[in-house]
T-cell receptor, first 116, second 114 residues
Framework: DTGVSQDPRHKITKRGQNVTFRCDPISEHNRLYWYRQTLGQGPEFLTYFQNEAQLEKSRLLSDRFSAERPKGSFSTLEIQRTEQGDSAMYLC??????????????FGEGSRLTVL | DQQVKQNSPSLSVQEGRISILNCDYTNSMFDYFLWYKKYPAEGPTFLISISSIKDKNEDGRFTVFLNKSAKHLSLHIVPSQPGDSAVYFCAASSLLYNFNKFYFGSGTKLNVKP
């Protein structure tokens, strides 16, 4: 397995447009997380999936944001009607959680969004 | 709610010397701590972790120390190398919450001078 992959790496869009990011986690991992990182800050939690179930969403995730993980494999993060404040690096990570233990988060390279 | 804090935005050390990066947390429920390294335009890369049942974990040049009473952890890099120059993030999570999220500090930019 080559690790967590994200696509696209860069996206420039105009305000009001919709964008979608894709994440392919490490195949044997059952957890998938989405984080957002802005300049000078650490990654901020957005949402996570246990297999195909979305179990928690941050209040940072407004109604314009939606995430899916069909069949517990890849995940998509869609932002509708983008705003300039959505400009950030969107990071996907996966991990294995079972029996009260967890491994570390493995991050992808990130998808950088610029909203003009 | 900034539950994990890295109060030093930057640190500069000479090659071969020790780098010490610090991290404080406020939530006493945290029991799993990690350090990540990040180069520009890349995702964070895992370095080392520690469970709250330990107070020290070592992996090569990297050692993490955990002081639960002070809610403080530190990462020691010995000896520091120019390739260690990057932004370092500490992160924390909790078995109580089934590791539902990891909280990250704002990062410390380490510059190792040749």
């Amino acid at each position: 397995d080559t690790g967590v992959s994200q696509d696209p790496r860069h996206k420039i869009t105009k305000r009001g447009q919709n964008v979608t990011f894709r994440c392919d986690p490490i195949s044997e991992h059952n957890r998938l997380y989405w984080y957002r990182q802005t300049l000078g800050q650490g990654p901020e939690f957005l949402t996570y999936f246990q297999n195909e179930a979305q179990l928690e969403k941050s209040r940072l995730l407004s109604d314009r944001f939606s995430a899916e993980r069909p069949k517990g494999s890849f995940s998509t993060l869609e932002i509708q009607r983008t705003e300039q404040g959505d400009s950030a690096m969107y990071l996907c990570a996966s991990s294995w959680v079972a029996g009260g233990t967890t491994g570390e988060l493995f991050f992808g390279e990130g998808s950088r969004l610029t909203v003009l | 709610d900034q539950q994990v804090k890295q109060n030093s935005p930057s640190l500069s050390v000479q090659e071969g010397r020790i780098s010490i990066l610090n991290c404080d947390y406020t939530n006493s429920m945290f029991d799993y701590f990690l350090w990540y390294k990040k180069y520009p335009a890349e995702g964070p890369t895992f370095l080392i972790s520690i469970s709250s049942i330990k107070d020290k974990n070592e992996d090569g040049r990297f050692t993490v120390f955990l002081n639960k009473s002070a809610k403080h952890l530190s990462l020691h890099i010995v000896p520091s190398q120019p390739g260690d120059s990057a932004v370092y993030f500490c992160a924390a999570s909790s078995l109580l919450y089934n590791f539902n999220k990891f909280y990250f500090g704002s990062g410390t930019k380490l510059n190792v001078k040749p």
